[in-house]
């Protein structure tokens, strides 16, 4: 490109190596998005474009910066954040704040929308295929609350109906019949809060992962809902568990309209609440798709097969 005006921004040394990245690479990744040239020269970054273009480029290695500040490793997934945000104005907002590890933190714009709208919004639609982080995010920001006090309780529920089982195939009390649909749950919520603390802290009651049928009747206050694989609730369960919403508690609604498991798929409650709530206030939707899928890169290119097929005429 051709070298055009340039300013120079001040940055720890660490913070240079981040935006600078392995080989160079998150620099051209910013370049690229930018059209910008991007020197480190000693003690900051050197950006040489036309004035938008450094603009730009200056928020983004500003967010960068930010996340070293705070102790946070840089990826070449924050970087995109980054760059997106700049791009888009968006929110700032890219860590739950809970995990025994430090802040959990986006890796895509859709998570970091999806964390922002769980911070400012009552009700929150997470939707999207597997592995975008729809459900994690959500457990690690309501773990977050509970720790720091903002809720007394998080709560966990989702249909005990997959792949067409039902509770009563399996063997065993109903715990023992309840934890193999819940097992998701429980391994994000070790990996956030360790198992020593989320023994203790469900001992207290403080955590409780039940199915949907074990809302009915209860107002849930000062807590933080999650209602997981929310494809598979009817209409009417889908309205039940909204309305259980009481004072001083939020809710998170996960699911993939397009993995319905009901016998009924037309029934789904999740594409129908979807439908009527949406622009509702303290109503947020989050749109996840298969380029924000953060498992093996491989669940992606697969997840995207289905799609093509899916659409085929």
Known sequence: MTRGPSEFTALPDDAVRAVSGPGGRHAALIEDAFHVLIETPGGGVSLNGDARARRLARQAIETLAARVAAGLEISTADVRVAIDQARTGG????????????PI???TAAQASYLEAL??????????????????????HGAGLLRTGAVDRLIVTRPAVEAGERLGFLPGDLTEKVDPYMAPVW??????????ALRKRR?????????????????????????DEAQNTTRLQMKMVLTRIGEGSRMAVTGDPSQVD?????????????SILDGIEGVAMRRFSSSDIVRHPL????????DADTNRP
């Open 119 to 140: 911070a400012t919004h009552e009700l929150v639609f997470g939707l999207g295929p597997a592995g975008t982080g729809k459900t994690f995010l959500a457990v690690a």
């Open 262 to 274: 009901l016998v009924n798929p037309n029934d789904s409650g999740l594409a129908h609440a979807v």
């Open 187 to 196: 391994e994000a919520l070790t990996d956030i809060l360790g198992a020593d």
């Open 299 to 306: 669940v992606g290119r697969i997840v995207k097969a289905y």
């Open 203 to 227: 001992e207290r009651g403080e955590i409780e992962v039940a199915p949907i049928a074990f809302m009915r009747g209860r107002t849930l206050s000062h807590a933080f809902i999650i209602v």
């Open 91 to 102: 929110p700032a907002t890219s860590t739950a704040p809970a995990g025994r590890r430090g």
């Open 105 to 107: 933190a986006a890796k």
